[in-house]
Structure formats: structure tokens, C-alpha cells
């Protein structure tokens, strides 16, 4: 099993609906997480941190499941711009609590 | 104001030379990284310094060699480029090993 698994997608959707996604980690003592999106062509960029109570940003809503081990992103009245890359990121506390990435899950916005 | 800027965003050079790539943050963070994407968008550390102290080095030949000559800085120089170090390269910083990260703008690394 990856340590950190994302369904690649693409997630084909249309302007305006609501989308969610998962990431499921391997490591039950993992204590950060983190949804990143990417662009086509640039740099990762935090999105989100996802907090044990969960937390939202606007449109954007991060949830984290200890017990499933799992962490989520719903996203709300989707814009064109939502459109990229979304990467789900675990510490690893085993690993000198370094950063693990998930391979992304691509989401693409259409009008 | 940049806060993690790296040069070049483009390099193209033939197999067998050696290239350097530089990156700086202006953040006053501890931690940088070295991470490689490839063209499958995977994206995998390769080096982590803490106040220009390697502490993590994944499995990378050894032609690639960190150099940080302070926190601010870390410098990737590659040897002996091969096909397969094409890739996009990008430099990231975080406060502490635990903290998100701010990456640079990436280094697109093609070798012919």
C-alpha cells in the first residue's frame, strides 16, 4: 500500500456543482496534512491545511478522518479557475517528519 | 518580493555536462528542499537542509550534490547530466520540517 493514495482522476465537472476527493494515508501517527493544487506548468501551492476539526476557506472545505485514515477536500460552487492538480500531503513522524506527497488528483472545471 | 526564487526556469544541455541550479528564499525559513518532478507528475524529495545541514537524503546518485552555503541558499550542481535527469526541478523552504512549504517557480531541466 502507498503512503499516500489519491485517485488520479481526471475529475470532469461541471461550473457551478460541487466536487469532493479523497486521500488515504498509511501511517496512523502521520500528525500534518495539507492539500496543495498545482497548475499546469507551475509550482505546487498550498491550499489548505487540514485541521482534526476541520476547516474551511471560503468555498473549500478540508476534513480529516483519524479513524478511516483519510483526508478530504470538498469544493463548492466550482469556478474554471478551481481547475488543477490537487495533491494531498502527510508528514511521516517515522521519517524525520518529512513530507509525503500524494500523486495528485486532476480536476478540470468545465462551462 | 520572490520569496523562494531559483535560476534558471529553463535549462537545456547535452549528456554528460554539468549544470547548476540555484535557489534563494527571502522567507527567513530553516528548512529548504531539493524536489524532482518528473514527467509522470510525481513529485519526490531529494534533499532537505535545516539551518545548511543535510537531514534528509533520499536515494540520488551521486551526481547530484546540495551545496548550502547558508540558510537562505541551497544550490543543486548535477554531473554527468543523463537522459533521464530530465525533469522539472523545484527548490522549496518551510519554517520547520513539519510546516508547509513554499516552492519556487521550477527549474524545467531537459538533456539531449
Known amino acids: 500500500r502507498k503512503e499516500v493514495e489519491q485517485d488520479p482522476g481526471p475529475f470532469n465537472v461541471p461550473e457551478g456543482a460541487t466536487v469532493a476527493f479523497n486521500c488515504t494515508y498509511s501511517?496512523?501517527?502521520?500528525?500534518?496534512f495539507f492539500w496543495y493544487r498545482q497548475d499546469c506548468r507551475k509550482e505546487p501551492k498550498l491550499l489548505m491545511s487540514v485541521y482534526s476539526s476541520g476547516n474551511e476557506d471560503g468555498r473549500f472545505t478540508a476534513q480529516l478522518n483519524r479513524a478511516s485514515q483519510y483526508i478530504s477536500l470538498l469544493i463548492r460552487d466550482s469556478k474554471l479557475s478551481d481547475s488543477a492538480t490537487y495533491l494531498c500531503v502527510v508528514n511521516n513522524r517515522d521519517s524525520n517528519y518529512q513530507l509525503i506527497w500524494g500523486a495528485g488528483t486532476k480536476l478540470i472545471i468545465k462551462p | 518580493d520572490t520569496a523562494v526564487s531559483q535560476t534558471p526556469k529553463y535549462l537545456v544541455t547535452q549528456m554528460g555536462n554539468d549544470k547548476s541550479i540555484k535557489c534563494e528564499q527571502n522567507?527567513?525559513?530553516?528548512?529548504m528542499y531539493w524536489y524532482k518532478q518528473d514527467s509522470k507528475k510525481f513529485l519526490k524529495i531529494m534533499f532537505s537542509?535545516?539551518?545548511?545541514?543535510?537531514?534528509i537524503n533520499e536515494t540520488v546518485p551521486n551526481r547530484f550534490s546540495p551545496k548550502s552555503p547558508d540558510k537562505a541558499h541551497l544550490n543543486l550542481h548535477i554531473n554527468s547530466l543523463e537522459l533521464g535527469d530530465s525533469a522539472v526541478y523545484f527548490c522549496?523552504?518551510?519554517?520547520?520540517?513539519?510546516?508547509?512549504?513554499?516552492f519556487g517557480n521550477g527549474t524545467r531541466l531537459t538533456v539531449t
Open positions: 522549496a523552504s518551510s519554517q520547520g520540517v513539519d510546516s508547509p512549504l513554499h
Open positions: 522567507l527567513g525559513h530553516d528548512t
Open positions: 501511517n496512523s501517527a502521520s500528525q500534518s
Open positions: 537542509y535545516n539551518n545548511k545541514e543535510l537531514i
